[in-house]
């Protein structure tokens, strides 16, 4: 028997967490077992040509992939009619939408749909379209939804749904040989002109669902209150120059320091005490496993499967999202208890090394893609 030819749809592989995933996974699949390539309906992206330089095959099709575009699915379906491929794997709900249709009209055997973030559009009616799509598509053309965390998992099942054996849980991972430290942390410190304030980071894209203006207005307040500290934001995205004004606004502009994209956060992570994480919507954050893989405490919003990774009062502290005093008490509790430091990210780091590595990860799609006959 040849090799199992396996096709993932993204709309688009940039910097997020569902596309470091894609690359991990890349990185250590069993090229002789299975025959892997991607397309992108969208542009290749930063980690589209990473994963070029690993020696897969990587189409971009250049494409609007709104899901609502038809002549996007049209042209999904053209592409897909050419691949003659055993099973197609999408990421995300634009390429679960244009893939699953596509695969329906080129008869394509097995469909796996990847989730990965709390399903927000559930939450108002005017995204009715997108709930009765998913709704239909996850019954006529879908072999498997594989989800990020148990409580995505479960939130899926409840909502679809869906019957519990077609919705299965792959956790996040990390891969210890991504992360390592290329400057060390006093460096880096020196390098910003850090001398003995507190350093927190964010990681996350500068948009709406990360929360950043709650963690702005923090900020502000812990300011006010005479605190002394350094925050790296490290990311980008569509909010950007307003979060920038709201920085210059609330008097912070000396304290908050914009890394942009980073090739190698984990000098960054190194490089700082505290992660903070205030997002409005979440599914497994791979950020956060990587802070807690890089010995760190945590201040984290009690969304998607937070909990999952973060006992609070144990190895980091949960705040309701987007309540900006209840995250300034939060990050305080590290100035008044700076012993907790140490001993909730000792605790942090020995989570991530027992549950969040690479290879279960990898193993669990392998035997999924060998259970589609």
């Known amino acids: 028997m040849g090799r199992k030819k396996i096709l993932f749809l993204h709309v688009t592989l940039g910097t997020g967490g569902a596309e470091r995933l894609r690359y991990m996974l890349l990185r250590h699949v069993d090229r002789n077992k299975y025959d892997i390539k991607l397309c992108c309906i969208g542009d290749k992206g930063e980690i589209g040509k990473k994963i070029e330089q690993l020696g897969y095959e990587v189409d971009g099709l250049g494409l609007d992939y709104v899901f609502r575009n038809v002549r996007t ?56 379209p997108h ?87 923090a900020l502000k307040i812990l300011k006010e209150k005479g605190r002394r500290f350094k925050h790296f934001l490290a990311g980008d995205g569509p909010l950007k120059d307003s979060i920038y004004k709201k920085c210059e606004d609330c008097g912070l502009s000396a304290d908050v320091i914009f890394l942009g994209n980073v090739d190698n956060v984990a000098d960054y992570l190194n490089a700082s005490d505290i992660f903070v994480l205030p997002s409005i919507f979440e599914g497994l954050p791979l950020v956060l496993m990587e802070a807690m893989f890089a010995g760190l405490p945590s201040v984290v919003t009690d969304v998607g499967a937070n909990r999952e990774l973060i006992t609070d009062g144990v190895n980091g502290l949960i705040v309701p999202p987007a309540d900006k ?27 991530a090394q027992e549950n969040c590595l690479v290879d279960t990860y990898v193993r669990q799609f392998s035997n999924l893609w060998d259970s589609l006959a």
Do not use: W
């Open 131 to 217: 709930i009765l799509s998913d709704f239909l598509l996850a019954r006529v053309k879908t072999s498997f939804v594989v989800c990020c965390s148990e409580t995505l998992r479960k939130d899926i099942i409840k909502k679809e749904m869906l019957p519990a054996k077609k919705v299965i849980t792959i956790k996040n991972c990390i891969d210890p040989g991504m992360h390592k430290i290329n400057e060390p942390g006093e460096s880096v410190r020196r390098r910003f002109g850090i001398k003995d304030e507190m350093v927190f980071i964010t990681v996350a894209s500068l948009s709406n669902r990360k929360g950043h203006e709650y963690l702005i207005d």
């Open 73 to 128: 699915t049209s042209s999904v379906i053209k592409y897909l009619k050419k691949q003659k491929i055993d099973i197609l794997q999408t990421s995300l709900f634009d390429a679960n939408f244009h893939g699953r249709v596509a695969a329906l009209a080129c008869g394509i055997p097995h469909v796996i749909t990847e989730e990965h973030s709390d399903h927000y559009q559930y939450r108002t009616i005017k995204y009715l």
């Open 325 to 351: 005093d209840k995250l300034a008490q939060a990050i305080s509790f590290y100035f008044e208890n700076k012993d907790k430091i140490r001993q909730f990210g000792q605790k942090s780091k020995k989570i």
